[in-house]
């Protein structure tokens, strides 16, 4: 590891001191699942680095107006582990739950999935799937876009929207209603500690009569973010709900999918068999769920 | 670059160091404390050879900075025997068999601790879940599972 300045702040407002005094080079270490192995194997040579692990003011889950918000210091295991997330918001309990390893779900937080923005995130394509937002916040104030727009973000190193001297603090969605299903699949080399060869997340919610009225069809892995199938979604919308329907879809997915590996003939081929796999398997679970909500 | 102070406690008992802010918790606790058993395999968070028990929760030290630590209630094998005894877990391990090479066995001993500490009669799947993230290339894991079992089991 190189050289570098440690600060570990005990409140947000002195973290954001630090980071704007130390704009020029710093590095936040969280959970440090990412970042600490990039120190040490010096791929990243700050001359600060502020560790934010002890700001307890951003380790929560609230559940407040209709939207489930939670601090960008909350751990993978605490996300996990909470009851109302696990029956309500199924595709961030189950991706969550299967991030690496219990060890690493321990350290590992949520800020720093979506903040590594990496394209096998899985808090990444699950937050997206729920069409998520996120609130930045630095010594100027605090600004809150959607989790999409942070991921195209221009920001310091290009990764996303985060200037410099920026926290995230938190990352906020609404929260299923008793007529939305989630559910969330990730295909895998290896049973634990595996990073996504594709993490599926989808989101419908249907009315009374088992119309379509929102939908999202999400795949991380797939590109540098969490994949829109767009055309696979407005074939369902305003549709009634069936697993025909949804079926219908599986080749307008493989279409995207070969059109955006298009440069990477090699991948195509197990790429479009897994996504169909992948997909195939959310239908069902999101069919079971709808089915014991919308027929009770 | 400026030393950092660091005041944790380390298998019950209160420590104090200045020390240079780059290195892992692992390298703190190895060479500024020399607790040795704690093992490096992959550096990458990978192989859980450098679990310790943080706060009562399993983590990996080559993930964390020593920095990190202040504060902390730091668990590592050398805090389970006890008036020179081992603990029940370390002999299980024994009996059953569940040890070859050994550089596994300190993280397994420890994630095994963790979970028997929270869960005194864990199901074997969630013995199976709870050890998911220690690898070992000698033993295979049914001896390690069996020997967690038995510890729970006394
Ligand atoms: C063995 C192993 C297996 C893994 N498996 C998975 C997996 O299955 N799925 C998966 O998605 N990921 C996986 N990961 C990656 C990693 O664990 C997760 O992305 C984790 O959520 C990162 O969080 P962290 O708190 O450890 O981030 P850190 O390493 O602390 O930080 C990551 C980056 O985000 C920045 N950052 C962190 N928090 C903030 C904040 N609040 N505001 C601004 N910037 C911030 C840091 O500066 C750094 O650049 C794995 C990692 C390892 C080592
Ligand atoms: S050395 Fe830390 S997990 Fe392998
Ligand atoms: S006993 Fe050798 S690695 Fe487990």
């Known amino acids: 590891m190189r050289e570098f300045d440690f600060y570990s702040p005990t409140s947000v407002p002195e973290a954001l001191e630090l980071l704007r005094k130390y704009k020029d080079s710093n590095a936040i270490v969280a959970g440090g699942t990412d970042i600490v192995i990039e120190l040490n194997e010096r791929k990243h040579t700050p001359k600060v680095v502020i560790d934010i692990k002890r700001l307890k003011e951003l380790e929560y889950i609230r559940f407040e107006d209709g939207l489930v918000k939670i601090g960008a210091l909350t751990s993978h295991a605490a996300i996990a582990a909470d009851p109302r997330i696990a029956e309500r918001t199924r595709v961030l309990h189950t991706a969550c739950a299967e991030v690496g390893s219990p060890q690493i779900r321990n350290l590992g937080t949520i800020g720093g999935n979506l903040s590594t923005a990496s394209v096998a995130g899985d808090g990444v394509a699950a937050m997206v799937t729920l069409d998520a937002s996120v609130v930045l916040r630095s010594k100027d104030g605090e600004r809150t876009m959607k989790l999409v727009d942070f991921l195209n973000g221009e920001g310091y190193d290009k990764r996303n929207a985060l200037q410099s001297d920026e926290l995230m603090t938190e990352v906020f969605f609404t929260e299923p209603d008793a007529h939305t299903a989630t559910a969330f699949y990730k295909l895998a080399k290896r049973k634990s500690l595996a990073i996504s060869v594709i993490g599926g997340g989808m989101r419908c919610s249907v009315d009374d009569a088992g119309v379509v009225t929102a939908i999202s069809l999400r795949g991380g892995c797939l590109g540098r973010y969490p994949l829109q199938f767009k055309a696979a979604e407005e074939h369902v919308l305003g549709k009634k709900l069936s697993l025909e329907l949804l079926r219908e879809t599986l080749p307008m997915m493989h279409d995207l999918v070969l059109d955006l590996n298009r440069n990477r003939p090699w991948s195509v081929f197990y790429k479009k068999e897994s996504v169909q796999g992948v997909f195939n398997k959310l239908f069902v679970d999101i069919l079971a769920q709808l089915n014991m909500e919308v027929g009770a | ?154």
Not at chain 2, 32 to 54: M, Q, R
Request: hydrophobic share 40%; with cysteine.
């Open chain 2, 1 to 154: 670059m400026n030393k950092i102070k660091i005041t944790c406690t380390v298998n019950g008992e209160a420590v104090c160091r200045e020390v240079y802010p780059n290195q892992r918790l692992l390298d703190f606790l190895r060479e500024e404390l020399g607790l040795t058993s704690v093992k490096e395999g992959c550096g990458e968070g990978e192989c859980g050879a450098c679990t310790v028990i943080f706060n009562g929760e399993p983590v990996t030290s080559c993930c964390m900075l020593a920095g990190q630590a202040e504060g902390a209630d730091i668990v590592t094998l050398e805090g389970l025997s006890k008036n020179g005894e081992m603990d029940k877990i370390q002999k299980a391990f024994i009996e059953v068999g569940a040890v070859q090479c050994g550089f596994c066995t300190p993280g397994m001993v420890l994630t095994a601790k963790a979970l028997l500490d929270k869960n005194p009669h864990p199901t074997m799947d969630e013995i199976k879940l709870a050890m998911s993230g220690n690898l070992c290339r000698c033993t295979g894991y049914a001896k390690i599972h069996q020997a967690v079992a038995k510890a729970a089991a006394e």
